[in-house]
Structures are given as C-alpha cells and as structure tokens.
C-alpha cells in the first residue's frame, strides 16, 4: 500500500518561503505514469490544486500560483517537495500531497499538514 506523508513547520512568516517535503512508502515516484500533486485546503475554502511532478520529473502548476511555485523531487530519497515563496496569511491552508493515477483519481493522500502564515 502506498503511504504519503507531509513534513512542514508549521507555522512561516510572512514573505517567506514554504517548503514542505512529501515521502512516499509503498511505492516508487518514478513508476509509471503516475504524478504526484500538492493540494491545499483554506480554512472555510475549497481543496486547491497547487501543481504536480510527473513520474519523469517534468512539473506543472497552478497559473495562479505558478510564479510562486517549485516542485522538486528526490528519487533516491523517494520524496518530493513544494516550496512556495512570498507567502501572505492567505497562504494559510492544510497541505496535502496525493497520487494522482492515469484514470485522474487521486488513490492515495497525506493526512495533511496546517500551514499558517502570521508574524
């Protein structure tokens, strides 16, 4: 079974730079045609697709986000990572990382961690 898991602070300041790492158990993030997205959730607010990195390592995102946004991975770590910079309190949000498979289901989450931005 495949397990994802985030790691974040927490809590960022303004301006800063959010990054946050997803490690994958269970499964290779280089198999075969999987991407693996970060998703966000504001308080009262909808999920929120941030971007994803593909299984060959190309990447894509949000175009509201995108100038923001990096997507990386580690493969011999098997994990990937997001980095937002510049961030606002509107950046506040639970984050998940999640698989997303070739019948565009995402199969398996993170349990999500809150991020919030205040100084």
Partial sequence: QVQLQES???LVKPSLTLSLTCTVSGGSITTNYYNWNWIRQPPGKGLEWIGFIT???STA????????????????NNLFSLQLSSVTPEDTAVYYCARRG???EYDYWGQ????????
């Fill in 55 to 57: 299984y060959s390592g």
């Fill in 61 to 76: 995102y949000s175009p509201s986000l995108k100038s923001r946004t990096s997507i990386s991975r580690d493969t011999s």
């Fill in 112 to 119: 999500g961690t809150q991020i919030t931005v205040s100084s």
């Fill in 102 to 104: 070739r019948l565009d």
């Fill in 8 to 10: 974040g602070p927490g």
